[in-house]
């Protein structure tokens, strides 16, 4: 049973499309988050999300819109998407925002975009 | 979140023990002390994460230097699994809501 599960694993898409990423956790956790892993390694935080609520927005571009329908499950919309919006995007969950909790990690989803 | 340092690659053998440094001089008395580690094609894992004390769980230890400035993820007997990318994360207790990775070491294990 996985606790934080992403949906596409790999997503191979044309600038100018719109896609979504899908993120669930089965952990009962109340804060969730988004990171992006460029093609240098690094891993930056995106979103973060608490009990639905927008807690941290990372100077993301507009065309980046997370959704938190509820507390298991938090999507990523990308609009017009560009060639540098290619990247390994993680989602992840932990018990709440302290920070004595540990995070728990999606698989990735690779998005290409062409 | 205060910054950390840590060596950008490690070598050692397998069955061996790892010893993977990290420096936080500038770091505050509500900072924890966590460790992730990337395996390769893989999301971050969570490793182990500490205060003040030295800590074991499963995978590793965790030892704490009396000042806090400086901290020791020890693999106590390596295998070729443990081959990834480890990275040394300080979070304040109350004000972080978020993990802010540094470039880690990359550690090589070799057969």
């Known amino acids: 049973d996985t606790a934080v599960s992403q949906t596409p694993k790999y997503l191979v898409t044309q600038m100018g499309n719109d896609k979504s990423i899908k993120c669930e956790q089965n952990l009962g956790h109340d804060t969730m988050y988004w990171y992006k892993q460029d093609s240098k390694k690094f891993l930056k935080i995106m979103f973060s999300y608490n009990n639905k609520e927008l807690i941290i927005n990372e100077t993301v571009p507009n065309r980046f819109s997370p959704k938190s329908p509820d507390k298991a499950h938090l999507n990523l919309h990308i609009n017009s998407l560009e060639l540098g919006d290619s990247a390994v995007y993680f989602c992840?969950?932990?018990?709440?925002?302290?920070?004595?909790?540990?995070?728990?990690f999606g698989q990735g989803t690779r998005l290409t975009v062409v | 979140d205060a910054k950390t340092t840590q060596p950008n690659s490690m070598e050692s053998n397998e069955e061996e023990p790892v010893h993977l440094p990290c420096n936080h001089s500038?770091?505050?008395?509500?900072?924890?002390i966590h460790w992730y580690r990337q395996l390769p094609s893989q999301g971050p894992e969570y490793v182990i994460h500490?205060?003040?004390s030295n800590v074991n769980n499963r995978m590793a230890s965790l030892a704490i230097a009396e000042d806090r400035k400086s901290s020791t993820l020890i693999l106590h007997r390596a295998t070729l699994r443990d081959a990834a990318v480890y990275y040394c994360?300080?979070?304040?207790?109350?004000?972080?809501?978020?993990?802010?990775f540094g470039q880690g070491t990359r550690l090589t294990i070799n057969p």
């Open positions: 500490g205060l003040t």
């Open positions: 994360i300080l979070r304040d207790v109350w004000g972080a809501q978020k993990l802010v």
């Open positions: 992840a969950s932990s018990e709440d925002r302290r920070g004595n909790t540990e995070a728990f």
């Open positions: 500038t770091i505050s008395g509500t900072d924890y």
